[in-house]
């Protein structure tokens, strides 16, 4: 079974300020990643994912992520927030293909509230 | 494209009155999937749907039933609704068919209370 930890409920953070979100999953197989985004009222979008390869992925709106296999965390970050980067984030694992067969079912962290202050 | 629509947007509920949430997607994935976002737990999946005619239980499945008559559409029953199914309910859909990992595309929610 897959589990991901995101540790901060809450990360608040000044405008044009740097911000990484932290993530840690545990699986005993090989496992695909993602960062979602939902702004306030709405539903889930994909930020970026990671399946194989390049262990630092690049999303929408200037996040990106760096796979860290020995450390089992996908943290996500960011060189300067917008005020309109404000909404939750959350961390998702699921078993790669070979063992998840085909549906892609994903385990999600409880989230991370990106607050940006001007 | 329309994407994924959920409706009812929001309904108050007596518990044990039934219910059905419904879900359309017209982008032809072949999966669907049904979650419930509640404050501090994150998504948990409640059914899945791998195809047209199949579904499957995921982590918090009790209380609820799903069906999969065909591809668009994937409606959420509660047949006899408890307080603690206060939660906001999420559709999505996925193509796997390609072999590939696709994202899963999110519906806009439905906020449902159970007094």
């Known amino acids: 079974a897959q589990s991901v930890t995101q540790l901060d409920s809450q990360v608040p953070v000044f405008e044009e300020a740097p911000v990484e979100l932290r993530c840690n999953y545990s699986?005993?197989?090989?496992?695909?990643l993602f960062w979602y985004v939902q702004y306030p009222n709405q539903g889930l979008q994909l930020l970026l994912k990671?399946?194989?390869?390049?262990?630092l992925v690049k999303g929408i709106n200037g996040f990106e992520a760096e796979f860290n296999k020995s450390q089992t965390s996908f943290h996500l970050r960011k060189p300067s927030v917008h005020i309109s980067d404000t909404a939750e984030y959350f961390c998702a694992v699921s078993p790669s293909l070979f063992y998840g067969g085909a549906t892609n079912k994903l385990i999600f962290g409880t989230g991370t509230l990106l607050a940006v202050q001007p | 494209t329309a994407g994924i629509t959920q409706a009812p947007t929001s309904q108050i509920l007596a518990a044990g009155r039934s219910m059905t949430l419904r879900c359309t997607q017209d982008?032809?994935?072949?999966?669907m999937y049904w979650y419930r976002q509640d404050l501090g737990l994150g998504l948990r999946l409640i059914h899945y749907s791998n195809t047209a005619g199949t579904t499957g239980k995921g982590e918090v499945p009790d209380g609820y039933s799903v069906s999969r008559a065909n591809t668009d559409d994937f409606p959420l029953t509660l047949a006899s609704a408890v307080p603690s199914q206060t939660s906001v309910y999420f559709c999505?859909?996925?193509?796997?068919?390609?072999?590939?990992?696709?994202?899963?595309?999110f519906g806009p929610g439905t906020r449902l209370t159970v007094l």
């Open positions: 999505a859909s996925s193509d796997s068919r390609a072999g590939a990992y696709n994202e899963q595309f």
């Open positions: 990671y399946l194989s390869g390049s262990t």
């Open positions: 982008m032809r994935h072949n999966a």
């Open positions: 699986s005993s197989v090989s496992v695909y």
